[in-house]
């Protein structure tokens, strides 16, 4: 499975290629909001969401015949900014199905900067996920 080439084909809003990537009886989980997708329905949500995007793999994990990758999005102007965390698992190198997640980026709460609780993230953590940084 070519998680890059897939996330390229997201990015830029391709169907075509977006569509080679899935098996054909595949399905889309959106479990933040509730919501399951055909593959065209997937297609036509990524599609027609209004702006021109971009963004990056942060990281890629492997397990088997399911692979998780946590992947930066944005607005190429950055006006908005978005993590998505996808499960894929695949059957003969396409997507049989996908479980997404997605969140906002931004601020802390303030309840947790009032408590004084947390700091942010040290860029030596982010280039080592596993390592303890502080």
């Given amino acids: 499975m070519d998680i890059q080439g897939f996330w390229d084909a997201v990015l830029k809003q391709d169907a075509d290629r977006m569509r080679a990537y899935f098996c054909r009886d595949a399905y889309i989980n959106w479990h933040c909001t509730d919501e399951q997708f055909t593959v065209e329905e997937y297609i036509r949500a990524n599609c027609e969401y209004p702006g021109e995007w971009d963004g990056e793999i942060e990281r890629v994990e492997t397990m088997g015949d399911v692979s998780v990758a946590v992947v930066h999005v944005y607005t190429c ?44 993230i040290p860029p030596a953590a982010k280039e080592r996920p596993f390592a303890s940084v502080k």
């Avoid at 102007?77 to 965390?85: E, G, I, M, P, W």
């Avoid at 709460?109 to 004084?116: G, T, Y």
Wanted: one cysteine or more; glycine letters at 10%; proline letters at 2%.
């Fill in 77 to 120: 102007d950055r006006s908005l900014s978005f993590h998505a965390v996808s499960f894929m698992k695949t059957e003969n190198g396409k997507i049989l199905s996908l479980d997404e997640y997605w969140g906002d980026d931004g601020a802390a709460p303030q309840w947790r900067l009032d408590q004084k609780i947390g700091c942010k």
